[in-house]
């Protein structure tokens, strides 16, 4: 088992790691004093559990489980602090566990015991592997499962669903639906439109999905639920959050966040509804680009400098057009338009 310790503590990770070499030497400690670090080291090791501090200086332990679980799902965790106010939130975070401090080796001991039965139950579940199922957004909509692609009947399925989408995770009321993809038809053939849409996309969503991509339908309302699929929608707005809420943002989750963006949100279609969130994502993306340029050109790296110059230019910003102009003339004694 790895095992992941996140404490602004430093001597609390040396207590807890001679704690947990005396329940089991097996287990491989990795440990760190601030989040960000610990980020990496998920991000490089194959962590099975965690044992988060709740307040830590650059984010909470309840801001880097959401990371870790958007990553690795079936990730074990365990919140550790000094308050018990936190109890019902942990468990809201699918905690195994919750041990207040001062922490005493046989409450530890208790907690690593679920731990290890929580893997050795996730163990025999995976004695059939499947493969993660994806869905992506940025760019062309694309939802797979390994190798397989959700192949849409007709273009207006593709619409029913990127909309469910849209709303996830909250229910969409079927006249909505129907008004909205077929506002010249009458309120009966639209229904019957949407329902031998949704019986279509249900069908093959159980054929790619695994059933891990359902519409559910209850009070006349339709709503997409969503369990453990990767969205690269939500996985761009983690790593920009995350990177963002440090006082000195995090130059990998920047990296991360702009390695997820691959286009505009629907970037092939022309949906009227999806323009706003368009718009949000595209700026965000910007202030991503912006921050990495920043950071770029402050170490004297002229040519990935330029290389995200480029992606700033291609993607029509406004703003800081006459500074990059300027520092391009000056380090390569050419214009912008050399860029394209």
Wanted: aromatic share 10%; glycine share 4%.
């Amino acid at each position: 088992m790895n095992l992941l310790i996140v404490e602004d503590e430093p001597e609390m990770i040396a207590a807890m790691s001679s704690m947990i070499e005396n329940y089991n030497k097996e287990i491989r400690i990795l440990a760190s004093s601030s989040p960000s670090e610990a980020i990496g080291i998920f991000e490089e090791h194959d962590i099975d559990a965690a044992l988060l501090d709740i307040r830590m200086p650059e984010m909470s332990g309840f801001d880097l489980a959401e990371y870790f679980t958007m990553r690795k799902p079936d990730i074990s965790l365990v919140f550790i602090t000094a308050y018990n106010s936190y109890a019902q939130e942990a468990f809201d975070a699918n905690a195994v566990d919750y041990v207040l401090k001062p922490i005493r080796q046989e409450r530890l001991y208790r907690a690593l015991d679920k731990i290890s039965k929580e893997l050795a139950e996730r163990k025999n579940k995976r004695l059939e592997i499947s493969p993660k199922i994806q869905i992506k957004a940025l760019g062309k909509i694309i939802v797979s499962s390994g190798d397989s692609i959700l192949k849409w009947k007709r273009k207006k399925s593709m619409e029913v669903f990127s909309y469910l989408l849209h709303q996830e995770p909250a229910p969409v009321h079927k006249d909505i639906l129907c008004e909205l993809m077929w506002p010249e038809c009458v309120p009966k053939k639209a229904s019957h439109y949407l329902q031998t849409i949704i019986y279509q996309l249900r069908k093959s969503m159980a054929e790619v999905a695994d059933n891990r991509i359902l519409i559910e339908y209850a009070d006349h309302c339709y709503r997409l639920k969503l369990d453990c699929v990767m969205y690269d929608v939500n996985l761009f707005q983690l790593a920009y959050r995350h990177a963002l809420a440090q006082r000195n943002p995090s130059m990998e989750l920047l990296m991360e966040a702009e390695q997820i963006y691959s286009g505009p949100y629907y970037g092939e279609e022309c949906w009227v509804w999806a323009l706003g969130k368009q718009q949000s994502l595209s700026i965000k993306y910007q202030r991503v680009l912006e921050q990495i340029i920043e950071y770029k050109m402050q170490s004297g790296s002229i040519e990935e400098t330029l290389f995200y110059m480029e992606k700033w230019f291609s993607g029509g910003f406004y703003g800081k057009q006459s500074q990059y102009n300027a520092w391009i003339k000056t380090n390569t004694g050419k214009d912008e338009s050399a860029l394209r």
